[in-house]
């Protein structure tokens, strides 16, 4: 499981910083939702999706507490003072809130066995939008903002977590229609295809071919600097980051297919999946899943 998850400590929050130096949120009372209704989340997009948009602040997420499930489009909008993203999880079936609170309280490792990864729009700095397309099924999930602490491990800055429902349509959907994506990058066990990318917005289908969970984070490389500082940060990530935030898409299963839209300028990137692997307890970026990639 990964590492992020084994600091959560928070059981009534579900997830907590496990950062050093963090400060940690208090334990409020999480009761289970009650039954919800899919409701509109916002205007009609183009591609004729249900909407799914979600407002990061710095200390919460302003977000629909139910959505339908199906193929949905998901936007993150980043408008406080930090970097944020929104991973998904889902609690698995038969398992209800009030057991995976208690359940962290007792023991977070076993916790983490309630939850699946499910994705998620990724890290975007502030005033920055994630746009991505993925398919959601019927459940109870939890949102939450992962990010990279000084240890190594993954932390939720305090506040940054929401419930929220994936309900059925009130009527039988037509067929999804298919994912979009200009071009398509494969996630693999452990490794990146990544195509030759231009510069300006582009959708991408993302295609984990994987035994194990990916993610794909898009970091702009800062001048001076190339992907051993970034692998080197990702070991020890102490001090100013050699890279800066530009959006992608949090760990989601092997065998799925998702996609997102990437707003590029022309520069050196890199590509990381912070995942760690269950056997090693490395992260992906340490086993070969960190790439570098020019946008023309």
């Known amino acids: 499981m990964r590492g992020a998850l084994l600091g959560f400590a928070a059981a009534g929050a579900l997830l907590a910083s496990a950062c050093t130096g963090q400060s940690r949120p208090s334990v409020p009372t999480l009761a289970p939702l009650p039954t919800l209704v899919a409701q509109p989340t916002s205007a009609p997009r183009e591609d004729g999706l249900p909407s799914f948009d979600i407002w990061a602040h710095d200390d919460s997420y302003t977000a629909p507490d139910s959505v339908p499930a199906g193929r949905i489009g998901v936007t993150l909008h980043v408008d406080g003072h930090e970097q944020r993203n929104a991973q998904f999880f889902k609690v698995k079936d038969k398992v209800s809130l009030a057991q995976v609170a208690a359940a962290f309280q007792q023991n977070p490792r ?22 991505e397309v993925q398919d959601l099924t019927e459940g109870q999930y939890v949102m939450a903002t992962l990010l990279l602490g000084q240890d190594g491990q993954q932390y ?31 996630l693999s066990d452990f490794a990146f295809g990544i195509p030759q990318l231009q510069a300006g917005q582009q959708t991408l289908e993302l295609q984990n071919v ?23 940060f990702v070991i020890a990530p102490v001090g100013t980051p050699p890279y800066s ?38 992260t992906h970026a ?10 023309e």
């Open 286 to 295: 340490e086993l070969g899943m960190i790439r570098d990639f020019d946008v």
């Open 156 to 186: 939720v800055p305090t506040g940054m977590i929401k419930t929220f429902r994936v309900v059925g349509p009130a009527q039988t959907p037509a067929a999804a229609p298919p994912l979009p994506g200009d071009q398509r990058i494969v």
């Open 245 to 282: 935030d530009a959006g992608g898409f949090l760990v989601f299963p092997g065998g799925e297919t998702t996609s997102l839209t990437l707003d590029l300028s022309p520069g050196p990137y890199v590509a990381i999946c912070y995942f760690r692997d269950p056997a090693s307890g490395k």
């Open 110 to 131: 076993s916790a983490t066995e309630l939850l699946d990864f499910v994705g998620g729009p990724g890290t975007v700095p502030p005033g920055g939008i994630q746009d």
């Open 210 to 232: 994987g035994s194990q969970p990916h993610e794909i984070l898009v970091k702009r490389l800062e001048p001076g600097h190339d992907l051993k500082d970034a692998l080197n």
